[in-house]
């Protein structure tokens, strides 16, 4: 479905990625692991179109993602939910909701009923200012905003960033609902543990390259993995 290979970026000459491939199929969670500057956020701007490749390829569901304008990647079904949620806080919950259709180009209908249903207290919440929410209202608001687009696949960076561990859980949960639902996922994360246990498969980038790839359960059990990445701290999720 996408399909990402040799990926070159760099910023006024600094090398963030390098040589970057991956797949993601249809109908799957995939994720994206790695710690700071990565080159994780990177990746997703550059398949929205909000960052230059300098060589490579990215292709969704047949077309050349590159060199294509942002909104009419949105508008081909590749919707993110940016890092640090990005809502508009002087806007109400409604008001954020219904800008996310923007992107939907006539492939919507019942969103708003769906994502109500996802976050019901986002129904409770419609007149609030957004910059009222928490953070985890926040990122479910972000989340729905992003589904009221129609995503044929939804770009999520860091969800988990900066929430409580049962917020996370929450999030978490209604991800895995869409995903049953048929919705194929990217999921960036640095909670390697979560991400793991979340997706299908996974890679790991580190300082720009694909350092591992496989089936995210094997992945949680290899040894360097556990090392690198679940072995230290203690993790409530
Ligand atoms: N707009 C930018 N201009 C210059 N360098 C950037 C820019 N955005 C990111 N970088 C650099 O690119 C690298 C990857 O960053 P980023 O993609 O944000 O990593 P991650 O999301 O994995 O934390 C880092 O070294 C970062 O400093
Ligand atoms: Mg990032």
Redesign the pocket.
Known sequence: MLDVSGLNVS??G?R?LQDVSLTVGQGEIFALI??????????L?TLSGI?PAQAGQATFEGQNLLGMPAHRIARAGLIQVP?GRQVIAPLTVRENLELGRIASSGRGGSELDHVHDLFPVLAERRNQLAGSLSGGQQQMLAIGRALMGAPRILVL?EPSLGLAPVIVREVFDALLRLNREGLTILL?EQNAKLALETARHAAI?EQ?RVVMRGVAADLAHDPLVVDHYLGRAEDPV
């Open positions: 910023y006024s600094i963030a790695g710690p700071n500057g990565a080159g994780k956020s990177t990746l701007n960052v890092e960076d960036i980038l720009g």
